[in-house]
């Protein structure tokens, strides 16, 4: 069983749609975040939820909306994407004990995103 | 704010041999952890090896070992007898103790010539 699991993995769109990107974990963690590898392969951090509350919202432009319904799902939606948008978006998940718990994040397979 | 620095854009390495990829830090936090990724061109991020700081003894991992100087703020990651499925993009990351905020260095691309 896949841990963390992201759909779909690849996407072609065009610009100036809507579309969304699902993540999954069965881990248990309490936390998920949403990382954007560009073609550099710069892993960028953009969303972290812990328990549905956002914790972390790196600059990145309001287009960008992720929606937490619960701890296990982690939805990223974008709105009229650009071109620049086009990248790898990762989806990752962890457990956030505060303590020397073995805290470890695991990653999604990706999910590649290409704007024409 | 944590940052975690490699150096070393690009490295090669003969089959069979040992190479070491550098990683830096800066923290002001005693406690928390480090991590090196795998990322084959399918981008799949595999953890390789992962190290808490309150421990002083290096982690290893078969062919993947770490030389962990947190007073240098210092990361390496060796990998002995190089195969050529080692070939990938290997990312340093440091993890904050309260697990919260997680942080990657630029990678380092790895290449093992047979």
């Known amino acids: 069983d896949t841990a963390v699991s992201q759909t779909p993995k690849y996407l072609v769109t065009q610009m100036g749609n809507d579309k969304s990107i699902k993540c999954e974990q069965n881990?248990?963690?309490?936390?998920m975040y949403w990382y954007k590898q560009d073609s550099k392969k710069f892993l960028k951090i953009m969303f972290s939820?812990?328990?549905?509350?956002?914790?972390i919202n790196e600059t990145v432009p309001n287009r960008f909306s992720p929606k937490s319904p619960d701890k296990a799902h982690l939805n990223l939606h974008i709105n009229s994407l650009e071109l620049g948008d086009s990248a790898v978006y990762f989806c990752?998940?962890?457990?956030?004990?505060?303590?020397?718990?073995?805290?470890?994040?695991?990653f999604g397979e990706g999910s590649w995103l290409t704007v024409v | 704010a944590q940052t975690v620095t490699q150096s070393q854009p690009e490295m090669s390495v003969q089959e069979a041999e040992t190479v070491t990829l550098s990683c830096t830090y800066d923290?002001?936090?005693?406690?928390?952890?480090l991590f090196w990724y795998k990322q084959p061109p399918s981008r799949q991020m595999i953890l390789v090896i992962r190290?808490?700081?309150?421990?002083?003894q290096n982690a290893t991992e078969n062919r993947f070992s770490v030389n962990f100087q947190k007073a240098a703020k210092s990361f390496s990651l060796k990998i002995s007898d190089s195969q050529l499925g080692d070939t990938a993009m290997y990312f340093c990351?440091?993890?904050?103790?309260?697990?919260?905020?997680?942080?990657f260095g630029t990678g380092t691309s790895l290449t093992v010539i047979p």
């Open positions: 990752a998940s962890s457990h956030t004990s505060g303590g020397f718990s073995g805290n470890t994040i695991y």
């Open positions: 881990l248990g963690h309490d936390t």
């Open positions: 939820y812990n328990n549905k509350e956002l914790i």
């Open positions: 923290t002001s936090e005693s406690n928390y952890y």
């Open positions: 190290q808490e700081a309150y421990k002083q």
């Open positions: 990351a440091f993890m904050t103790f309260a697990g919260n905020q997680f942080y």
